[in-house]
């Protein structure tokens, strides 16, 4: 249905799932949430779903994906939060209401306000952020090595070695770069 769309780069990690909805920062950078239906789609996606959304919502949206992805980005680098950063993402975080609720198989479900609405399902991912950013979880930020992304990720994984936001895009593509130009190099010696 909505082909025309590019598709949702999904993660598990609620918070850098919602800063990949604009992928390729550094370099031709792809808008995810072009249109408020697809913010909707998205939240629906990730267990947030919303009644509507207007042009003002998606807005906010975007203003606290920014602010996620430029405080992920200096807690990487190890660098101060930015406050201006730090004060969207509180404010979305206070101006919403839900709850979690535990589900009859023991998993964790987000239940929106009565009318749930966009700011509701933005304080989850707000809280989200927050809860990376004070270092509650176990895993360490870092930033893809693609020139072109610089994407903010969390990395879990027992090693704490990870280089790209995710392997399947930033990741195999730096290995087919680094596959031609080795291929460039050995015709070359070739000759
Ligand atoms: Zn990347």
Redesign the pocket.
């Known amino acids: 249905m909505h082909a025309r769309f590019p598709d949702f780069r999904l993660g598990k990690v609620l918070a850098t799932s919602f800063t990949a909805t604009l992928t390729e920062r550094c370099g031709d950078a792809v808008e995810r949430i072009p249109t408020p239906q697809r913010l909707v789609d998205w939240l629906a996606v990730n267990g947030l779903a919303v009644e509507s959304c207007t042009t003002a919502q998606l807005e906010l949206a975007r203003e606290l994906r920014e602010s996620i992805h430029a405080a992920l980005t200096a807690a990487a680098i190890q660098d101060s939060l930015p406050a201006s950063a730090v004060h969207v993402i509180n404010d979305c975080s206070l101006q919403g209401r839900a709850a979690a609720v535990l589900t009859p198989e023991n998993t964790r479900q987000w239940r929106l306000g009565p009318d749930s609405r966009v700011e509701d399902a933005l304080s989850v991912v707000a809280a989200d952020a927050i809860s990376i950013l004070a270092g509650e979880r176990d895993g360490k930020l870092a930033l893809?090595a693609?020139p072109t992304?610089r994407?903010a990720f969390f990395d879990a994984s027992q090693s704490r070695t990870r280089k790209?936001?995710?392997m399947n895009?930033?990741g195999n593509r730096e290995k087919k770069a680094r596959f031609n130009a080795n291929k460039r190099k050995s015709s070359r010696t070739a000759k």
């Open positions: 893809c693609s992304c994407a790209w936001c995710e895009t930033c």
